[in-house]
Nanobody, 114 residues
Framework: VQLQACGGGLVQPGGSLRLSCAAS????????MAWYRQAPGKQRELVAS???????NYAGSVRGRFTISRDNAKNTVYLQMNSLKPEDTAVYYC?????????WGQGTLVTVSS
């Protein structure tokens, strides 16, 4: 399984970005998909996750601002990020969990700055 994340960039506070993560392989539709982020000098943290059935979970710091979704026909998971804050600056990673296996994509950098 390979995961390819994209969509990061520089955005002003209050702005929006949408991250995408495309997965290869046949497990996508049955995998739990998640977005993590790692800010400089901090540990990687869970941002949001979505089950194969569409149940979502969010970190408290992003709830109400970020939305995770998935398109099983396109093997892609999205993270819509609105009302971005400087503290959202981080490298964002997508992750697939299927049975006892975890797969990580490469990160995409999100910088929120004026």
């Amino acid at each position: 399984v390979q995961l390819q994340a994209c969509g990061g960039g520089l955005v002003q506070p209050g702005g929006s970005l949408r991250l995408s993560c495309a997965a290869s392989g046949s497990i996508f539709s049955s995998a739990v998909m998640a977005w993590y982020r790692q800010a400089p000098g901090k540990q990687r943290e869970l941002v949001a996750s979505i089950t194969s059935g569409g149940t979502t979970n969010y970190a408290g710091s992003v709830r109400g601002r970020f939305t995770i979704s998935r398109d099983n026909a396109k093997n892609t998971v999205y993270l819509q990020m609105n009302s971005l804050k400087p503290e959202d600056t981080a490298v964002y990673y997508c992750k697939a969990v299927w049975r006892d296996n975890s797969y990580w994509g490469q990160g995409t950098l999100v910088t929120v700055s004026s």
